[in-house]
Protein backbone atom coordinates (compact mmCIF):
# COMPACT_ATOMS: atom_id res chain seq x y z
CA UNK A 1 0.00 0.00 0.00
CA UNK A 2 1.33 3.32 -0.86
CA UNK A 3 1.99 6.36 1.55
CA UNK A 4 -1.30 7.73 -0.30
CA UNK A 5 -3.48 4.75 0.14
CA UNK A 6 -2.47 4.43 4.09
CA UNK A 7 -2.57 8.55 4.40
CA UNK A 8 -6.55 7.86 3.09
CA UNK A 9 -7.62 4.84 5.35
CA UNK A 10 -5.87 6.56 8.40
CA UNK A 11 -8.11 10.03 7.81
CA UNK A 12 -11.27 8.01 7.06
CA UNK A 13 -10.82 6.17 10.30
CA UNK A 14 -9.53 8.94 12.59
CA UNK A 15 -11.57 11.40 11.40
CA UNK A 16 -9.24 14.00 10.91
CA UNK A 17 -5.92 15.15 8.11
CA UNK A 18 -2.96 13.29 8.68
CA UNK A 19 0.51 13.68 7.59
CA UNK A 20 2.91 10.76 7.71
CA UNK A 21 5.93 11.77 9.04
CA UNK A 22 7.86 8.49 8.24
CA UNK A 23 7.97 4.88 8.35
CA UNK A 24 10.07 3.12 11.34
CA UNK A 25 11.86 -0.15 10.58
CA UNK A 26 13.39 -2.86 13.14
CA UNK A 27 10.22 -5.16 13.31
CA UNK A 28 9.90 -8.06 11.72
CA UNK A 29 6.29 -8.98 12.49
CA UNK A 30 4.77 -5.22 11.85
CA UNK A 31 5.49 -1.93 9.65
CA UNK A 32 4.98 1.21 11.60
CA UNK A 33 4.85 5.25 10.67
CA UNK A 34 4.70 8.25 12.76
CA UNK A 35 1.47 10.73 11.69
CA UNK A 36 0.91 13.76 12.54
CA UNK A 37 -2.57 14.96 12.96
CA UNK A 38 -4.12 18.52 11.66
CA UNK A 39 -4.05 19.34 15.24
CA UNK A 40 -0.35 18.42 15.46
CA UNK A 41 -0.93 15.29 17.50
CA UNK A 42 2.04 12.95 16.92
CA UNK A 43 0.32 9.03 16.48
CA UNK A 44 2.35 5.69 16.06
CA UNK A 45 0.40 3.33 13.78
CA UNK A 46 1.42 -0.22 13.18
CA UNK A 47 0.62 -2.07 9.79
CA UNK A 48 0.09 -5.70 9.54
CA UNK A 49 -1.11 -7.07 6.35
CA UNK A 50 -1.93 -11.04 8.19
CA UNK A 51 -4.84 -11.93 8.34
CA UNK A 52 -4.21 -13.19 11.96
CA UNK A 53 -3.46 -9.31 12.57
CA UNK A 54 -6.97 -8.10 13.49
CA UNK A 55 -6.85 -10.25 16.92
CA UNK A 56 -3.57 -9.61 17.30
CA UNK A 57 -4.51 -5.77 17.46
CA UNK A 58 -7.57 -6.26 18.76
CA UNK A 59 -5.86 -7.76 21.41
CA UNK A 60 -3.11 -4.93 21.76
CA UNK A 61 -5.66 -2.68 22.05
CA UNK A 62 -7.66 -4.21 24.91
CA UNK A 63 -3.93 -4.57 27.28
CA UNK A 64 -3.24 -1.19 26.54
CA UNK A 65 -6.35 -0.09 27.29
CA UNK A 66 -6.73 -1.70 30.30
CA UNK A 67 -3.04 -0.84 31.14
CA UNK A 68 -3.29 3.17 30.41
CA UNK A 69 -6.52 3.57 32.68
CA UNK A 70 -4.70 1.30 36.15
CA UNK A 71 -2.26 4.21 35.47
CA UNK A 72 1.02 2.37 37.09
CA UNK A 73 3.11 2.32 34.25
CA UNK A 74 3.19 4.12 31.58
CA UNK A 75 2.19 3.00 28.06
CA UNK A 76 0.49 4.98 25.07
CA UNK A 77 -2.91 5.50 24.81
CA UNK A 78 -4.56 3.06 22.18
CA UNK A 79 -7.11 4.75 19.72
CA UNK A 80 -8.30 2.79 17.95
CA UNK A 81 -7.95 -0.71 15.75
CA UNK A 82 -9.18 -1.35 12.25
CA UNK A 83 -9.23 -3.24 9.33
CA UNK A 84 -9.09 -2.71 5.56
CA UNK A 85 -9.12 -5.02 3.09
CA UNK A 86 -5.78 -6.51 3.45
CA UNK A 87 -5.14 -5.02 6.28
CA UNK A 88 -5.22 -4.44 10.04
CA UNK A 89 -3.72 -1.21 11.67
CA UNK A 90 -3.60 -0.13 15.79
CA UNK A 91 -3.19 3.63 16.14
Known amino acids: M ?25 GCINEAVTITTDNGERI ?17 FISLDVLHAMDVVRV ?4 KSFLKIGMADIA
Open 44 to 60: FVKINKKSEARAMFDGE
Open 2 to 26: SDKELKGVIEQELQTKVNIQGSHGG
Open 76 to 79: PKPI
